[in-house]
């Protein structure tokens, strides 16, 4: 299926600070999902994009898809300690049209 | 509503052994997943379904069994458990296959001894 590559693999940041994690593709996406996990819990959807160069907010999160539509990412400003978890992006499996792929996803950690 | 229910949430095999996870959503949706998470992989796709009668297989089907006789169920079997097969698995479902949500269920943690 169709795979993206979802970088960093972790990051620990202090509270108030800022958080990008990327998602990276070879081939161009028909649209791309986010989802956040938090710990021993399970993936809640947050978003999705569709258009080139699409940019969403969400409170202090912000979502973009690139012009190419091969890349994505989302940025925390001011990050707090709810916003502690695994952040996944996903995308619909090229070969069959329904499969949805995950990235590995960006564990966040916030310390105050 | 429930959305995705599944049971039992934890599960401890012995190997060689076979079991059913289950999973249901009451919300009429047409699509239906399962997943295994491991540490450090995200999730990977098991087998995935477009609606009743219709299974296909993801990044990782061996091992592993699907049905879907029902819009409603959509279990998931293993003959005969392995070590390997050791992780948290989460059934999804959403109202269609392409370009919608995906809703999941709150997992099944297995560990095969």
């Known amino acids: 299926g169709q795979q993206v590559m979802q970088i960093p693999q972790y990051q620990h940041v202090q509270e108030g600070e800022d958080f990008t994690t990327y998602c990276n593709s070879s081939?161009?996406?028909?649209?791309i999902q986010w989802y956040k996990q938090r710990p021993g819990g399970h993936p809640v959807f947050l978003i999705q994009l569709v258009k080139s160069g699409e940019v969403k907010k969400q409170k202090r999160l912000t979502f973009q898809f690139g012009e190419a539509k091969k890349n994505s990412s989302l940025h925390i400003t001011a990050t707090q300690t709810t916003d502690v978890g695994t952040y996944f992006c996903?995308?619909?499996?090229?070969?069959?049209?329904?499969?949805?792929?995950f990235g590995k996803g960006t564990s966040l950690l916030v310390t105050p | 509503n429930a959305g995705v229910t599944q049971t039992p949430k934890f599960q401890v095999l012995k190997t060689g052994q076979s079991m059913t996870l289950q999973c249901a959503q009451d919300?009429?949706?047409?699509?239906m997943s399962w997943y295994r998470q491991d540490p450090g992989m995200g999730l990977r796709l098991i087998h995935y379904?477009?609606?009743?009668?219709?299974?296909d297989q993801g990044e990782v089907p061996n091992g592993y069994n699907v049905s879907r006789s029902t819009t409603e169920d959509f279990p998931l079997r293993l003959l005969s458990a392995a070590p390997s097969q050791t992780s948290v698995y989460f059934c999804?479902?959403?109202?269609?296959?392409?370009?919608?949500?995906?809703?999941f269920g709150q997992g099944t943690r297995l560990t095969v001894v």
């Open positions: 919300m009429n949706h047409e699509y």
């Open positions: 081939t161009t996406l028909s649209n």
């Open positions: 379904s477009v609606g009743a009668g219709i299974t």
């Open positions: 999804a479902s959403s109202y269609s296959a392409r370009n919608t949500e995906a809703f």
């Open positions: 996903a995308v619909v499996a090229g070969n069959s049209g329904y499969a949805l792929n």
